[in-house]
């Protein structure tokens, strides 16, 4: 494969994986309900540039279809991607970078129920094994203890994201809207803010450190803006089934980056739930790309 056509998932996987330890560094400096609309805010302002023409002219499909984008904005952007800024609070960067790699699997599970497309059994069987990787992560290695106290509220609150992206990729498959990436990605972003604004508005008055502001602007700028570009340049280049299997580095990569830059410890539970986790996604992923070939 040309080195070119492997930038764009790479670099994806590194601005991921700093959104993962941002996410978790904005838990002692932002608000979560400032992080949840000011990531939104400056979203809409580096978005506006470049949907404007596009937006324009598909202004009339834009219309017809303002409650589905609304709907999709306040799923895959307002909750999915404003939740984990709560969950940040409780749950360490490794936690939340392995829960993340969940999502191409409850992906596949939801558009059996929704899409009503038939699993292969690789894909049940890769289900159950990353369940297992699930239940010993939350269970901090221990599946027992989760009958007797249950889960922690910020890994109730990731599953929570992880569900909701989940279904927003579906619906974005089954809709299939035709607006273009852009002005599609800015009105969604509109709503996503119309959703937070409530909350930031209740905020009381807080000083934001410089170390806070930059925090913002990286999930605004980079994970709003360049990441969603690099990965629609990446399908566009090398598909979706192999920027899927890139995407599975996340969750070592946060692991990595976590221990060195943010002092996490890294437990054996991580290492082995983990490595269950991505098995079954891996497994469930190539049942997947059999059935598509």
């Known amino acids: 494969m040309p080195l070119q056509h492997l930038l764009p998932p790479l670099i994806v996987v590194l601005l991921w994986t700093g959104n993962n330890l ?10 979560p309900r400032v992080m949840g609309f000011g990531r939104f805010a400056i979203a809409l302002l580096v978005l506006a540039p470049l949907a404007y023409r596009q937006g324009w002219a598909y202004r009339a499909v834009i219309r017809r ?20 800024y709560f969950a940040a609070r409780t749950v360490t960067a490794t ?19 929704l899409l009503r497309e038939k699993p292969r059994w690789t894909t049940v069987i890769g289900g159950i094994v990353s369940l297992v990787g699930v239940g010993f992560l939350l269970g901090h290695g221990d599946i027992s203890t989760l009958a007797s106290q249950g889960i922690g509220i910020g890994e109730g609150l990731m599953l929570t994201s992880v569900l909701a992206y989940a279904a927003y990729g579906v619906f974005l498959k089954f809709w299939s809207l035709p607006i273009p990436i852009w002005p599609s990605l800015f009105v969604q972003s509109c709503f996503a803010a119309l959703m937070l604004l409530p909350a930031y508005l209740a905020t009381p008055p807080l000083e934001i450190t410089t170390g806070g502001i930059a925090i913002v602007l990286y999930a605004g700028v980079v994970a709003s803006a360049m990441a969603p570009f690099l ?32 002092g996490e410890p890294l437990q054996a539970y991580h290492v082995y739930s983990g490595g269950i986790i991505l098995m079954g996604v891996a497994l469930a992923q190539w049942g997947s790309r059999r059935r598509s070939a």
Do not use: C, Y
Not at 23 to 28: D, H, I, P, R, Y
Not at 65 to 84: D, R, S, T, W
Not at 236 to 261: C, Y
């Open 22 to 31: 941002v996410t978790k560094l904005s838990a002692g400096s932002v608000d």
């Open 65 to 84: 279809n303002l409650p589905k984008l609304a709907f999709l904005g306040f799923l895959g952007m307002g909750l999915a991607q404003g939740i984990p």
């Open 95 to 113: 936690t939340i970078g392995i829960l993340v790699a969940f999502i191409p699997l409850v992906t596949l599970a939801l558009s059996g129920v």
């Open 231 to 262: 990965w629609m340049r990446g399908i566009a280049t090398i598909g979706p089934s192999r920027m899927a299997s890139f995407s599975n580095l996340v969750p070592v990569l946060t692991a990595a980056a976590a221990v060195a830059f943010l």
